[in-house]
């Protein structure tokens, strides 16, 4: 059992910056591939981002790259999402995620879910 915790969302401008922090919990973190999903009302939860247990390898929705970088910290059992010129279309509700294994960005395949942290970005 993984529990995870998002942190960091909140209100900004277009082309402004947030970090989400995903704590997570349990001895085998490192093991796990860890992604980021979102959803905005009325839309289904879509992919963002996810990185490999070791770090070395990192899978972006289109409309993340160039802005946004996920990243890891084994040692604090924390993954990051850093996001840069965020526009409006980046408003959401972005949760964090883990599995066992390999990597995907279809979110019916994690287990393990934080409750989610809301991002907000105003014209």
């Known amino acids: 059992q993984v529990q995870l915790v998002e942190s960091g969302g909140g209100l900004v401008q277009a082309g402004g910056s947030l970090r989400l922090s995903c704590a997570a919990s349990g001895r085998t973190f490192s093991n796990y591939v860890m992604g980021w999903f979102r959803q905005a009302p009325g839309k289904e939860r879509e992919f963002v981002a996810a990185?490999?247990?070791?770090?070395?390898?990192?899978y972006y929705a289109d409309s993340a790259k160039g802005r946004l970088t996920i990243s890891r910290d084994n040692a604090k059992n924390t993954v990051y999402l850093q996001m840069n010129s965020l526009k409006p279309e980046d408003t959401a509700t972005y949760y964090c995620a883990a599995k066992p294994g390999v990597v995907h960005t279809t979110a019916v395949k994690y287990d393990y879910w934080g409750q989610g942290t809301q991002v907000t970005v105003s014209s």
């Open positions: 990185i490999t247990w070791s770090g070395g390898g990192t």
